[in-house]
């Protein structure tokens, strides 16, 4: 690959910029931009088509970011913009629901196993609280599990958080039952819930580990919560329930469902979302027809072709593509997880050093126009020709990094 010159000032001026009026100049905690990268991360992107999007300065990238997850099928992808481009044409949000959602909730419950009932929001995080307010209620207890990242509103770490919220949360590590089992013998009727997102690295352990969830929640009457925000649409249509073949009480569906296009449901046991109207969840943006009718789009798509198994085929040429340049090298790094949603690891006994080699990674790839991420999306706009380009490319920056030095200790 000839290796193309690569300015990004204009991005970084407007960042500067940005900063006068934006705290952290971005919305989202992971887009902002790191200093380390200065004068190589692109801040800002201005276009996107297909697996490939352009910066503010021209750059053209290939893109395993996709938007943090949500674009699953691809940037500007035809059926889900027509059919968004359809709504804008009657109207996008009404007095009244629009009979959208009737339809998107009936091809929801087909599709996902632990859904009897469906509501819509837009973002991940409000329906993640959305179950937990659901679970106390039905449980009549306070406490939940969490394990793994729910979205900011279910962050209780950070400051902002009164002590007596806090005292109503407890997050636990992923893969191992033993102490969320140490939890219910000590509190075996406080617990209301135990809600899990996969941790991606170790997905596989969900075999044994969420089927234990499983066991334990219905032997202390808690329930089942399973963030599905990234693996619905992309480990399977119907996320990891499917995948593991566990059922939990409810679940979240966010990302992959409308292709970017902002919406977010929470489904479940028809007893516990019966319960929406007495407990009061409710938005005005709930069911807007933009993200229902690029739902509705999407849902067609999966039905007609093999989305999924792309998802998988793709990210297997990519991991055994960086996995092949690793070893030819002689590089301690490999990707961990499932190949719709793997993690590269570079492997160092000092995680500050193994944090800098994958920033150093991250910035040979930036140069050489493509975008990774701590966890790395295929989308099914990525063609095996896209993806040999980027493992390319991957060939090409490991081996700068090891002529810099980088591996030598
Ligand atoms: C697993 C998981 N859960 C919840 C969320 C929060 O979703 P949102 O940012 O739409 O609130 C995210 C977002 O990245 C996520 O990855």
Known sequence: MVQRKHDVSRSWELYDRALEFIPMATQTHSKAPREALRGVEPCY???????????????????????????????????????????????????????????????????????????????????????????????????????????????MSRPGVPEAVRSVYRALPWGDATPFAQAFREAPREIAAVSVACSYAEIEKGHTFLADLRELTERYGALLIFDEIVTGFRLRRGGAQEYFGVIPDLAVFSKGISNGVPLSCYVGRAEVMDLVERVVISSTFGGDTLGLAAARAVLDLYAKEDVIGTLWARGQQLHEGFNAHCQRLGIAARFKGLPPLGQPIFEHPDPARREELFLRFNAEMLKRGVIIYSVCYPNYSHKEEDVAEAVDAIGEALEAMKDQGLFAS
């Not at 632990?114 to 306070?142: I, K, N, S, Y």
């Open 45 to 155: 992107l201005v276009r996107g088509q297909g697996c490939r999007v352009w910066d503010l300065d021209g750059n053209e990238y290939i893109d395993f970011r996709c938007a943090l997850g949500p674009v699953t099928l691809g940037y500007r992808f035809p059926a889900v913009d027509e059919a968004v481009r359809q709504r804008l044409e009657e109207g996008i949000i009404f007095s009244y629901p629009h009979p959208l959602e009737v339809e998107v909730a009936k091809r929801l419950v087909e599709a996902i196993p632990c859904a009897e009932r469906v509501r819509f929001l837009r973002t991940g995080g409000e329906a993640m609280a959305a179950t937990f307010r659901l679970a106390r209620a039905f449980t009549g207890r306070d406490l939940i599990l969490t394990c793994g990242y729910h979205g900011w509103l279910n962050v």
